[in-house]
């Protein structure tokens, strides 16, 4: 049996109860109705605040004191599923308007009509129901929504775990051919996961309506170039040759990583679909933004199955034979054209097919439309709108490479970095590469990883965002809020590839943010450039603290720990007996602490 559907009746009349009472005796009988009665607005509020199992409202307007539509403003506060029927006077028209503005559901006029009443209560409750079945969907999707985050998450680590040391290893074990064609096997494979997942990740976030868009200004043209050209290596050895058309003559405002989905995902497809023959992207100015076109000379599709190719986990199901080889037409997940098109109708755009899959024509053209706002002029656009054949080759530069493996650095000079990351392998595997050019200390979560900072205070914090006990988030709260470690550059290691997750990094003063799976010498070369940037840091603070002559002064760092510094010396300027110690203790610091702040 469900649980009866409670009803709060408010009103300041006391013949009201007992004809409600009344007139749904059957149904309280049933079980069907539960009431609960009070005769104020205050007394309402309070009894919606102890009693949850409140779904439904009868209150009346006009009442002393606290009156009927101040109760309603303030219900939303108090449980935004209730719903509310408004009692009133006939012709209080004024009053039920500003009450339906409220949120009411429904109203009845006083004297009441229990017919209506009756209608009206069924109807609220049906309303109610369907509220509360919504708002549990919603949480139901949520959950889903943090389950795909969470796995995603898992999977991030190890397969950053398989990518990381295998560029490495090609880049400086590639004596033997096999050996660096198997290396390429398992980098390519370990690639084709991530992209996987993160497809995945942004299915999940679509459906649930969480993927926003993060436009910014750029040469449009060039970036798809960019990964078009990334595709070249895979035709390298084919019969097939990849071209790219720019005619954009302008600066547009797009979501790169959303781009960069669409043109892979129709990219790989016409690799995958197509043997021999070419692959031609273009891009062109419209009236109403711009066109991307991909075109291929493949297999094509049926023409009965090209409505529903944009349907989620939707393949054609055929084999095709050409001269050169055999095609199982379902190598992929039906993911792909899917995710493509609702990113490209959450920007607004469309997306269009035309296939022929006989004859020496067969082929598919992809063709999208997009409103993007124009921001300034290109230069690349301007160099070339003639087409650009990408030439076959491996593109990876082995031969500058180098072939020692490192050796930990123990220069007294080199930068001290506090590694925090709870994954054992992952901790490890980073204080490795990354020891030959830094002092490495390693915490395994944010507690352990604050005490080392107070007590070390290194140049650098590597920190991951999801730790036990605390996470990554609070670890950079902490040391950009206490005046010891503020200086101290913070990257954050997040698996979380969502625009929203490296803002929420970012917002918590974490100074740049690295997404896994990361390349090591892009992890390398983020952490050298905030070291640079803290080095010239210290510089400008330096010159403004011994330079007396304002004139020769840059404007002036807003720094608050050399402003105190500055401060507590010149009080003391004529104390011979003013140490070192005095000056850390007024600063509140231990002397050592206050060396290395210094
Ligand atoms: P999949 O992962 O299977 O490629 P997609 O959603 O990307 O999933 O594509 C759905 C189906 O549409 C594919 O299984 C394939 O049959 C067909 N398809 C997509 N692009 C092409 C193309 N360029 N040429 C031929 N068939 C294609």
């Known amino acids: 049996m469900t649980a009866p559907t409670t009803i709060l009746v408010v009103d300041d009349e006391d013949d009201v109860q007992p004809l409600i009472l009344g007139l749904f005796r059957t149904k309280i009988k049933q079980g069907l109705y539960s009431f609960r009665f009070v005769t104020s607005g205050r007394e309402a509020l309070q009894m919606l605040e102890q009693d949850n199992t409140i779904s439904l409202v009868l209150l009346d307007i006009n009442m002393p004191e606290l009156d009927g539509l101040t109760v309603l403003s303030q219900l939303p506060a108090l449980n935004p599923l209730l719903t509310t029927i408004i009692v009133s006077a006939y012709g209080d028209i004024g009053n039920i308007r500003t009450a339906m503005n409220r949120g009411a559901f429904d109203f009845v006029c006083k004297p009441i009509d229990f017919d209506d009443l009756q209608v009206t209560l069924d109807k609220a409750i049906q309303h109610s129901v369907q509220v509360r079945e919504t708002y549990h969907l919603r949480g139901l999707d949520a959950l889903k929504t943090r389950f795909f985050e969470n796995v995603t998450h898992e999977l991030r680590t190890p397969i950053t775990l398989i990518l990381s040391p295998v560029q490495q290893l090609l880049q400086r074990y590639s004596e ?334 974490a100074d740049d943010y690295i997404t896994k799976p990361f390349d090591i010498d892009e992890l390398r070369l983020k952490m050298q450039n905030l070291l640079l940037r803290q080095q010239k840091l210290r510089d400008r603070y330096y010159r403004q603290f011994i330079r007396k002559d304002p004139a020769e002064e840059p404007a002036p760092v807003q720094n608050t720990f050399i402003l105190r510094l500055n401060d507590i010396i010149e009080n003391h300027l004529d104390d011979s007996s003013f140490g070192v110690d005095d000056l850390a203790r007024e600063i509140g610091m231990s002397r050592r602490t206050l060396h290395r702040k210094l």
């Open 176 to 509: 033997t051919e096999e050996l660096h064609r198997k290396l390429l096997t398992v980098e390519r494979n370990a690639q084709k996961l991530h992209q996987l997942i993160n497809q995945l990740l942004d299915l999940a976030k679509l459906e649930a309506g969480h993927l926003s868009l993060v436009p910014i200004p750029g040469d449009l043209g060039y970036f798809i170039e960019q990964i078009t050209q990334a595709f070249a290596p895979v035709t390298d050895g084919s019969a097939l040759t990849l071209s790219y058309e720019n005619s954009l003559t302008h600066h547009y405002l797009f979501d790169a990583g959303k781009f960069e989905l669409i043109v892979h995902n129709l990219l790989s497809n016409a690799l995958k679909y197509t043997g021999e023959g070419q692959i031609a992207v273009r891009v062109a100015e419209t009236d109403m933004g711009i066109e991307l076109i991909v075109r291929d000379t493949g297999i094509g599709i049926p023409p009965e199955k090209l409505p529903y190719i944009f349907n989620r986990f939707y393949q054609v199901d055929q084999t095709v034979s050409t001269q050169s080889a055999t095609y199982q037409t379902n190598p992929g997940t039906g993911i792909g054209l899917s995710l493509v098109k609702e990113l490209v109708q959450l920007m607004g755009g469309t997306v269009a097919v035309s296939s022929q899959c006989k004859g020496p024509e067969s082929g598919s053209v992809f063709t999208i439309q997009l409103p993007l706002p124009v921001v300034g002029q290109s230069d690349s656009a301007l160099k070339a709108a003639a087409p650009r054949l990408f030439v076959n080759g491996p593109s990876l530069g082995l031969e500058s490479l180098a072939m020692t493996p490192p050796t930990p650095s123990t220069d007294e000079s080199s930068p001290v970095v506090l590694l925090v990351e709870d994954n054992p392998e992952l901790g490890a595997y980073l204080s490795d590469e990354l020891q030959e050019s830094f002092r490495i200390m390693l915490a395994t979560d944010g507690i352990e990883g604050w005490q080392i900072v107070r007590n070390e205070l290194p140049d650098l914090v590597l920190t991951d965002v999801m730790m036990p006990g605390m996470n990554g988030y609070e670890l950079t709260d902490r040391i950009k809020s206490h005046l010891e470690t503020d200086h101290i550059a913070v990257l954050m290691l997040t698996a979380k590839a969502t625009q929203q997750n490296r803002i929420e990094g970012l917002q918590h003063g």
